[in-house]
């Protein structure tokens, strides 16, 4: 079950990775654009994998807890 944050971050990078096709694809090269995309897929990723992670730790951690 995956939460509205990370489905929202997955449907970004696919744009995204989906435009960086269509420009690697194409006949001019804009490097600029490329260059952007290519950084902001990093981040994207970067968030994506770090929330995954922690919220990994912070389940496991929750069904640990003793409830009074």
């Known amino acids: 079950m995956s939460t509205l944050y990370e489905d929202n971050i997955r449907k970004m990078l696919m744009e995204k990775r989906a435009r960086l096709k269509e420009l690697e694809a194409s006949?001019?090269?804009d490097q600029n654009e490329i260059a952007k995309l290519t950084e902001e897929i990093g981040?994207?990723?970067r968030l994506y994998e770090n929330y995954v992670s922690n919220m990994g730790a912070f389940r496991r951690t929750?069904?640990?807890r003793i409830h009074t």
Do not use: H, N, R, S
Request: charged share 45%.
């Open 43 to 45: 981040a994207l990723e």
């Open 62 to 64: 929750k069904g640990t």
């Open 27 to 29: 006949e001019k090269l």
